[in-house]
Every structure is written in C-alpha cells, then in structure tokens.
C-alpha cells in the first residue's frame, strides 16, 4: 500500500529552521489527508500539523505560527517547514497518511526522524 519515508531531521540551535520531507514510494493511492505528529521520551505522540485533500490545515497549539505544512500537487508529499525552533520541539517526528482502498480506510505510519533542538 503506502510507504511513507521521511527525510530531513537533524540537529539545529534554537531559533533555526528546518525542512521535513515525506513522499509516499508504494502504491498509487487516492490519500486523502497526511499529517505530522511528534513524540518527545515520556510523553504521549501528538498532533503536529495536518493538511486534508483540499488543502484545509490543523495545527498543534504550540506550533501555530511557526510550522507550516504543505504538500505537491500530485499530493504524494508531504512538507513541514519548521522555524523559531525551540527545545521543546525536540522529538522524533512521524508523518502519517489517510487513505481509502476498496472502500476501507487506512492510515499508515513512517519511521520517522529526530528533530534535536538545542538550547
């Protein structure tokens, strides 16, 4: 089916930028939304960002204003542009997609990648 990889984590100092990548190399699938979401040692994975089929957004509370999520026209890739970084932002960070085959619906998860922000 799907198979998310990310790509663009790293270590950056507080108050920098970066770019994260997800691009969909399974199959050709109608998704309907993907997303990114966040899950720092000893606390529960959250919302990060989301952006829906008709490019409708959500964010988390305590990126709003900072993070912007996109995606390319084919709609197969899934971007997070990440600036005014903090620590608290340090987290491994998972893109996921919604999608429909047959009627059924599923979401599939990437690996995911570290973003280190350091004070």
């Known amino acids: 089916q799907v198979q998310l990889v990310e790509s663009g984590g790293g270590l950056v100092q507080a108050g920098g930028s970066l770019r994260l990548s997800c691009a969909n190399s399974g199959s050709i699938v109608s998704i309907n939304a993907m997303g990114w979401y966040r899950q720092a040692p000893g606390k529960q994975r959250e919302l990060v960002a989301a952006?829906?089929?008709?490019?409708?957004?959500n964010y988390g509370d305590s990126v709003k204003g900072r993070f912007t999520v996109s995606r390319d026209n084919a709609k197969t890739t899934v971007y997070l542009q990440m600036n005014s970084l903090k620590p608290e932002d340090t987290a491994v960070y998972y893109c996921?997609?919604?999608?429909?085959?047959?009627?059924?619906?599923?979401?599939?998860w990437g690996q995911g990648t570290q973003v280190t922000v350091s004070s």
């Open positions: 952006i829906a089929s008709g490019g409708s957004t």
């Open positions: 996921n997609a919604a999608y429909e085959v047959n009627g059924l619906g599923y979401i599939d």
